[in-house]
């Protein structure tokens, strides 16, 4: 066993399930060894933390949830431990600079997903992965208050770059700005981040950040590595990601998180 690890904390897409968002019994099996072990569990992700309850029974999550990568804090039955939403006056134009680099734009505020275009790119699969579906509205025009996080959603990678580079250049610290798919950029509030995650867990289930271990495979899980003391990359990664980690496990679609589990977390 990998000694002092008291808290394992996953990104979701990507890493703990399958490209067709399957949670697989080789991961169910790993969380329940976790628990078996005295290792608490918990899971971080750019959904929405709708789009994770159906995670809750198979995997006995009893830790906070992270949802909209850390902008809204809930315990396994939905109730709101903490929030960081995005400043009023900085969505118009973070609404802006997405449109301007053709990005579809969905806005996430309280319970609500909205989008423009119910057949947009990536909604039906947005749709089949969280289990509920958006609310189509004519405009985003003083929709500025209670909003948890925009997305920005084009098939295009350098678009997606762009933007990125755009939000951060226009709005610096006051947003957290990163991809949580190649096809998604998610802009959030700045301390809605999985670094800062790792943070709010550790001080909710007291324990120190050199103790808990995190898994995942793009860019914005690279922060809550660098808050960790054992961080772990999935082979699907792309390869700043895995450089990023102090180790590598196998794809999603290999039962990676089941292996890194037993490897690096429980294995000798």
């Known amino acids: 066993m990998s000694e002092g690890i008291k808290l394992v904390v996953s990104d979701v897409d990507g890493t703990l399930v399958t490209s067709d968002k399957t949670l ?9 060894r976790l628990g078996e072990a005295g290792i608490a569990f918990a899971v971080t992700s750019g959904r929405p933390p709708r789009g994770m309850a159906m995670l809750v029974d198979p995997l006995r999550l009893a830790t906070p949830v992270g949802g ?6 809930v315990t396994p039955a939905m109730e709101v431990l903490a929030e960081h939403l995005l400043p009023a006056d900085v969505v118009p134009g973070v609404i802006d600079v997405l449109g301007h680099h053709g990005l579809s734009v969905w806005c996430y505020r309280g319970v609500d997903w909205l989008v423009l275009d119910a057949h947009g790119p990536h909604v039906a699969k947005e749709a089949a992965t969280v289990e509920f579906e958006p609310t189509v509205t004519d405009t985003f025009d003083g929709l500025t208050d209670g909003v948890a996080k925009l997305v920005g959603v084009s098939d295009d990678p350098g678009a997606v770059e762009a933007a990125t580079a755009a939000v951060r250049d226009r709005f610096g610290d006051g947003v957290s700005a990163s991809a949580s798919q190649p096809y998604y950029l998610d802009v959030t509030h700045p301390q809605a981040n999985k670094g800062c995650v790792v943070t709010f867990l550790a001080g909710a289930l007291a324990v120190a950040e050199a103790e808990i271990a995190t898994i ?8 809550m590595f660098a808050r960790s003391g054992l961080s772990i990359a999935m082979g699907n990664a792309d390869r700043e990601v895995q450089r990023a980690a102090r180790r590598v496990t196998t794809s999603h679609d290999d039962d990676g998180f089941a292996a890194a589990i037993d490897r690096f977390v429980l294995g000798p």
């Open 68 to 73: 909209f990568n850390g902008g809204l804090m």
């Open 216 to 223: 995942g495979d793009m860019p914005n899980d690279v922060l």
């Open 24 to 32: 697989t019994p080789a991961s169910v099996e790993a969380v329940a």
